[in-house]
Antibody, heavy 118, light 108 residues
Framework: EVQLQQSGPEVGRPGSSVKISCKAS????????MNWVKQSPGQGLEWIGW????????DYAEKFKKKATLTADTSSNTAYIQLSSLTSEDTATYFC???????????WGPGTMVTVSS | DIQMTQSPASLSASLGETVTIECLAS??????LAWYQQKPGKSPQLLIY???SLNDGVPSRFSGSGSGTQYSLKINSLQSEDVSIYFC??????????FGGGTKLELK
């Protein structure tokens, strides 16, 4: 059974960074890319970027190029997103989601809520 | 970037009714269109991919159609468990992948 387990809620101060994890199980981690999606409170979905765990290659939406850094650890089948220079605009739920060659997101993590507060 | 315009933003319907949600792409996306269902407090779940292919385990009352820039999601015989927010997403060619603004479906 494919599962994506995400780390727990984070509270970050303005200007600081947070790092969220997404541990994959039930499939070969390097056979799929991992996407990250942002959902601000009561809002829609924004694609942040993706990482190919096999090669470590990444691609980001322009808006998130200076905000997010995606990494992956194939030894633990875990993908990470680090969000830097936090502002109130970063308060949101962040999802990891798997996609294959067809690029639709067939499995999602439960989401990690990030709150930016002083 | 490809823009996805979804309508309506909200929808109220009765049990057993048929509802349709529309998604318009800013350019031809050649059926590279997925639909997701998000229940309150949960992550989105894949319903439809390639515009009209039903994901495993999704009830047959859900169907997708469309081509070019215009796509739709149809729910036949609305059930109470269908109360959700629905999103379309284009995944044509190269990133960034973009989502529609969502449709909130409620029971009348």
């Amino acid at each position: 059974e494919v599962q994506l387990q995400q780390s727990g809620p984070e509270v970050g101060r303005p200007g600081s960074s947070v790092k969220i994890s997404c541990k994959a199980s039930g499939y070969t981690f390097t056979d799929y890319v991992m996407n990250w999606v942002k959902q601000s409170p009561g809002q829609g979905l924004e694609w942040i970027g993706w990482i190919d765990p096999e090669y470590g290659s990444t691609d980001y939406a322009e808006k998130f190029k200076k905000k997010a850094t995606l990494t992956a650890d194939t030894s633990s089948n875990t993908a990470y997103i680090q969000l830097s220079s936090l502002t109130s605009e970063d308060t949101a739920t962040y999802f990891c989601a798997r996609s294959g060659g067809a690029r639709y997101f067939d499995f999602w993590g439960p989401g990690t809520m990030v709150t930016v507060s002083s | 970037d490809i823009q996805m315009t979804q309508s309506p933003a909200s929808l109220s319907a009765s049990l057993g009714e048929t509802v349709t949600i529309e998604c318009l792409a800013s350019e031809d996306i050649y059926s590279n269109l997925a639909w997701y269902q998000q229940k309150p407090g949960k992550s989105p779940q894949l319903l439809i991919y390639y515009a009209n292919s039903l994901n495993d385990g999704v009830p047959s009352r859900f169907s997708g159609s469309g081509s070019g820039t215009q796509y739709s999601l149809k729910i036949n015989s609305l059930q109470s468990e269908d109360v959700s927010i629905y999103f379309c997403q284009q995944n044509y060619d190269s990133p960034p992948w973009t989502f529609g603004g969502g449709t909130k479906l409620e029971l009348k």
